[in-house]
């Protein structure tokens, strides 16, 4: 699809494991990019394969007329305000607590609220409505609470199934990394299902179980909307009955409709 000169908004999720670009225009994703996020690199280092994403697919800066980041990582936070002003020549959205959203964050302290749950609530208030249970599974797995209402009132914060693994092997002498699925059996029959069935079956458990605990905590509701995103939710929406909906888009979603609200 051709895309006009300035017509398209260039999204930027920075999350601690990968960062997220996504393309939108006439109302949909037309594009979007999945990289590591190293923290070194400098702006005109992203810069290049922003570009080379971009070459890919027959298109240049020249069609970015909007630019939102959300963002968990300070340094890459400036860093990519510095693109967007060099390269791209717009004056970026960068999400927070202190820009319009949509909602109310109704927490102790809201400056402490990462932009990426500042999103995720945003988006379910707007495309689900409330009240809703957003589990993002990123290098933490986040559990964010909205109200009937939209109010975001906080949530739980767990360490990522990854983040797990990596504490289970590097602080043990004879454990390994193995492949993050379910084992034949939640009883093992040898190490590597044994690991398995702890990291996977334990995390299922442990999702589970805040979403009941969240659930309890809440105003009574007849229905609460559980939605999941990030990277793994597909891995656990079979193994567990809790999870209604994926929405592989929804930190995006979020900055385009804050990106909106802020026009």
Do not use: C
Not at 10 to 18: K, P, R, Y
Not at 95 to 113: M, W
């Amino acid at each position: 699809m051709g895309l006009q000169k300035q017509s398209a908004l260039l999204a930027i999720d920075v999350g601690n494991t990968n960062i997220h670009f996504g393309i939108w225009h006439d109302g949909a994703w037309r594009y979007s990019w999945r990289a590591r996020t190293v923290h070194e690199k400098m702006p005109d280092e992203y810069a290049v394969l922003i570009r080379n994403f971009l070459h890919d697919r027959d298109l240049s800066f020249d069609v970015i007329g909007h630019v939102v980041i959300t963002s968990v990582v300070p340094p890459l936070t400036s860093a990519f305000v510095e693109l967007s002003h060099h390269y791209i020549e717009v004056e970026p959205l960068v999400v927070s607590a202190r820009v319009k959203t949509g909602i109310k964050v109704d927490v102790d302290q809201p400056d402490q609220v990462g932009a990426d749950r500042i999103v995720n609530a945003a988006a379910v208030h707007a495309l689900y409505g409330g009240p809703a249970i957003v589990i993002d599974f990123g290098t933490a797995t986040t559990f964010d609470v909205v109200a009937a209402n939209g109010d975001y009132i906080g949530g739980s914060i767990a360490p990522g199934i990854g983040i797990s693994m990596d504490a289970l092997v590097g602080r043990t002498a004879q454990l390994y990394k193995v492949k993050l699925e379910p084992p034949a059996s939640p009883i093992g029959r040898n190490t590597a299902e044994a690991i398995q069935s702890g990291l996977f079956w334990g995390y299922v458990g442990l999702i589970e179980g805040l979403v009941k605990r969240l659930r309890d905590a809440m105003p009574p509701e007849p229905t609460v909307k559980i939605i999941a995103t990030g990277g793994l939710a597909p891995l656990f929406r079979d193994h567990t009955t809790v999870i209604d909906s994926i929405a592989p888009y929804l930190t995006l979603d979020g900055s385009r409709i804050i990106y909106d609200l802020n026009q």
